[in-house]
């Protein structure tokens, strides 16, 4: 007989698999002690935080013993204003994983049925499960949201629809006449949760401009992120623009203070760096460019990408490639547990960086 | 005709009120404009972040853009070695506020029991409801937590029993033989979650040796923070001591980058200053005792505190004394948020903080 010395784990939570994140820098020097280090499977900022940012945080110091505000106040009010909105628009939370798993905490009750797509990032589903919703995967078409599929799919037990965009790991989009045709197909207690953790990055005229879309549809809810263009994922800080209705109703269900003095200070000076802005964008405009002409030169299969990272498909084993760039010093991020075993994932880099990525795929074709 | 723009915000949510946390500097800054301000409602250490947290802060400026580590190894590693357990002993979290959402959510399903006494910390009902549990409050004896009636309260449905100890806002506390009875004397699938959050300042000799208790009841959790002896508030460091089997439970339910860089590296740099905590144990020792004996001499009741605050009922009317006291700059903590109207909580302060409190107390009972 097994004596039980704890509460059974929730059968709700038995589906979740354990995120796996990007190799960090520690794990391969430790696995393989390459001579050299290229970070690309994360989709970090290879410039680093920007200067305002890394001054805020040192300055701070001296304030840690005090609890930090519990509204986020200055930088609801910076983030309105660049947006054109009011600070009642703005959520902020630890990251954005903890506003999703917020938005989940507000509205969903036991059985009820969240969409997702195949090949997306795992925190929709994760949250989901959290609070035992019912969730319902709806098949990508090429590797793309298919819209029409989550319309078709949504019924009155329908709650959530999270979709990412540009999509994470693919970097593929869809436009603002394809979510606004979407909005309008759906009835208005859904829902629709866009994560647009790489929407600084995206440059297609045809980008959703969901801060316009949500005045039509106030069941749009867009959510940011400070951990890429911004260059904090050391932070976590990420942030829901929506209505002030529903902003209200995620206020009163967070923990009082869960956005650190750090965090605050930091995305609120990184807000005001638009230099460190532009160099990044520029910079990844550029990387991403030569990269992609380069692994077509290498016999890749490499989608278009809105974000600060490329899917390419190689002729040859992914996960070989993955295993060789790894011991020359490249970390990527295979694709396998998005579900897309033939793909790799790899970060626009600094020159450096990509030269790197670069020589060491030549090299595994040569070999 | 209402038209509904969201989706409904959950019914097990509906009984929470919103948290009120002590009042900031700003806030009465700008509310009265006092000449000088002391922060004594929050419980913030008043020496400060030891020197160095600090410098951990400032050394990490450059690493911001890189994701924490997800398993906050190292901290995990200083807490096991300071405890004598191991690392898969601990579980790291947004502040202990996090750990206890957390808790719940790997263990309560809609409708299990949970029970909390009254006269304590807002939290643990609220992350209750989070997942809709159903709350049955024990009411106090003299104030004090009354664990024979938790035990006959405890059924087949009980899932979780959350306690504070020593507990704020009282400062009162259960002894080790209170505890072990306690354990005893219920079944080892309730989870007994006992909140140590100023278990550093405690110094009774019977304060109960929660790492000590665990071994022979595997279903009881301790909960610590950085927040108050550590002085780092502002960074939002809380962790749970438990069994191996229960953090991994705990483990698969957190998001991977739950608790940020400059919290990890701090408070790993907090854990190795001896120098810093022994200075804040001995500054709130001397200034409890001060502070105990002149609030008596001003007709004053206090309730004999293991905790960093004082918990004092005055001969007169407390909210009009804490109103007085605010004019004043001097930051309290009115309690009937906690059901208890005629008291009021006040931290042990710096010298300088303690004679402001003592003035503006005086000045109040001789105008």
Redesign the interface.
Known sequence: MT?????????C?LP?Q??V??S??EEVAGRYAPIRIS?MG?N??P???GPK???A??N???????????SAGDLRAALAAAAGKKPGNFFVG??S??VL?LIA??????GDQVLVGTHTFF?YE?VAR?F?GEVHTIPTRDLRYDLPAFSAAADART??IFLCNPNNPTGLYFTHTDLAGFLYSLP????VVVDEAYGEYADAEDFPDTAALMEDF??LVAVRTF?KAY??????VGYAMA?E??VK?LR??K????V????QK?ALAALGDAEHLERTLGLNGEGKRSLTRELEKLGCEVLPSQGNFLCFQPPGSAAAICEYLFRQGVIVRPLNRFGLDRWIRVTVGTQNQNSHFLEALSAFFSA
């Open positions: 004596v039980s010395i704890k509460p059974a784990f929730r059968n939570l979740l354990p995120y994140p990007g960090s820098t970070k994360s970090e900022n410039l680093g935080p940012a890394m001054e945080v040192r701070l110091a001296a304030s840690l013993s005090v609890y930090p505000d519990a630890n990251g994983d903890e798993l905490a507000t509205y969903l009750n036991p925190n994760f959290v035992d709650k959530l208005r207690n859904v829902l106030p069941n951990s260059g904090l994922a050391g932070l976590r209505s209705t529903i109703d009163q269900v923990m009082p203070f869960n650190n003095l750090p965090a930091a």
